[in-house]
Structure formats: C-alpha cells, structure tokens
C-alpha cells in the first residue's frame, strides 16, 4: 500500500543544489590556486558556497524530519546529504587556511589536484542527479567507477606530494602548512568517493 503513495521528490532538488555547490566550491578553489597570492575574492566565493549548501543541508534534514515517505531510506538520505554538505566544508576549512597560515607560495601539485577534485564533483553531481531518475546500478556503475578511478589519482598525487615535501628540500615551516593543505584536499577528493558509497548502498537497497 505504501508504495502506491506519492513520494517527496523535492529531495532530489536538494541532493543536486548540494553536489552543484561541491563543483562550485571546487572551481573557485583552482581559481584561488590561479590567483595566488590575490586570493581574498576567491575565498569568499568559497564561503559563500559553503554557506549555500548548508542551506540546503539544513533543509533537507528538516524536511526529512517531517516527511512520511521519502525516495529512499531516511537513514541514506541523511547520510548523502551530510556526505555533500563535507565535500564543500573541507574546502572552505581549506581556502581560510591560506591566509591564516601565511601561505607564501603556491605548490604545483596543488594545482594538480584542484583539476581532479573539479572532475570528482562534476561527475559525482551527475551521478546524483541520476538517482531522480534511476536506481539500477548498470545505470549509474560508469560514473560511481570514475569517481573511484578518479580517487585514486587522488591518492597517488598526494602520495607524491608528501614525499616531495619531506624530501629535505623545504624548510619545515612550509612543510607542516603544506602537509595540512594537501591532507584538507585529499579529505575533499575522499568525500566525493563517500558519496559514492553511499549512492551504491541506496542503489543496492532499492534498485
């Protein structure tokens, strides 16, 4: 009987204004990358992108709070929404890092990994925007494997990064800001591969 009942899809606007906002925070953090060391505009775009999502996070747990019957679980659905919320939270926490840190000069494979963390959101939105549509994982399999692949690239740039930091050919000033800026955007590259997760579950669950 309950299936027959109207589900709310305006969770769905919100699942895709959070994974837009993940894209736009992406974006103006390569543009803060570019921009260095005139970096006050593109940190308050971040902000303010962070301060959107949390809008539209706090209204789908609020709207979760008083809907009976929902698309999928309510435990999920919490869950996805928290997940996006975090990818733009750690690159807000990353962007006010820059000037409270003092950052004297940009590192290239920062650079580097703003362009996969603007492929991770881009992809990831669209497999989240799929999820209004379908919930067959043949449907959503390419995009959920090249957030994953995408991860992965991730994890090997960081790799790389580190070593070249502790490589003795920096001080170790600029070694420990360093080391937590890239640890902040690997967190973020991280999150999207969790959103993914998760979409899996849902899928698994409902499909």
Request: proline letters at 2%.
């Amino acid at each position: 009987m309950f299936n027959l009942l109207p589900k709310d899809t305006v969770f769905f606007d919100l699942f895709e204004g959070l994974g837009k906002y993940a894209i736009e925070a992406a974006k103006h953090l390569k543009d803060l990358a570019n921009d260095f060391p005139d970096i006050a505009d593109d940190i308050q775009r971040i902000r303010q992108a962070e301060h959107g999502a949390d809008e539209l996070a706090h209204s789908a747990l609020e709207r979760l709070d008083r809907t009976f019957i929902t698309p999928f679980d309510r435990e999920d659905i919490h869950t996805l929404v928290n997940e996006l919320d975090d990818i733009v939270d750690n690159v807000d926490a990353l962007a006010k890092r820059f000037t409270l840190y003092h950052v004297e000069r940009m590192e290239p494979m920062f650079i580097t990994q703003c362009d996969v963390l603007i492929q991770a959101t881009t992809v990831l939105c669209g497999a989240v925007g799929m999820l209004r549509k379908t919930l067959k994982l043949s449907d959503l399999s390419q995009k959920l494997i090249e957030v994953h692949r995408l991860e992965s690239v991730g994890d090997d740039n960081h790799h790389a990064a580190i070593s070249d930091l502790y490589s003795g050919k920096h001080d170790a000033l600029h070694v420990m800001k360093w080391k937590e800026l890239y640890d902040y955007i690997e967190n973020a590259i991280d999150g999207c591969e969790d959103v993914t997760n998760v979409i899996e579950r849902i899928v698994l669950k409902n499909g």
